[in-house]
């Protein structure tokens, strides 16, 4: 069986919606950017303020903001990832429900549910 990993949340500006939710929820935060991501990020011509996923943690469910890719129109602005202990098994199961696939990479599976709203699934 699945459980939440994060929220994911499509945005033209991760850094300042990140700020916002972190602000606007309590005991939530950005998480910190230790001198081995800023490095990262500097190596990639970006900082932490153009970085195109700024990660929120909390008490509750972590949030992920994401830099928008694509139309608006052609894609959900919020979506959920789940974490299972074997990814393809939890596709398949999810696969049985009614969720349709959509693509693989190497960190996640991308599916529809049946409406047609995408989510991720993870490995733990």
């Known amino acids: 069986m ?3 990993k994060e929220i994911v949340i499509d945005c033209d500006n991760p850094w300042r919606v990140a700020r916002f939710w972190a602000a606007a929820l309590d005991g939530y935060e950005v998480m910190p950017y230790d001198d081995a991501e800023l490095a990262r990020l500097a190596a990639l011509g970006l900082t932490r303020e153009t ?13 992920c903001f994401h830099l928008r890719q694509g139309e608006r129109t052609a894609r959900n602005r919020v979506h959920l990832d789940i974490a299972a202990p074997d990814r393809q098994k939890e596709v398949e199961r999810l ?7 959509v693509r693989d990479t190497d960190a996640y599976s991308v599916l529809n549910d049946p409406e047609g709203n995408n989510f991720c699934v993870t490995s733990e």
């Not at 970085?51 to 949030?63: S, W, Y």
């Not at 696969?95 to 696939?101: I, K, P, Q, V, Y």
Request: hydrophobic residues 45%; proline residues 9%; charged residues 15%.
């Open 2 to 4: 699945a459980r939440l």
């Open 51 to 63: 970085d195109p996923t700024v990660m929120v943690d909390g008490p509750g469910t972590r949030l």
């Open 95 to 101: 696969l049985s429900l009614g969720a349709t696939f």
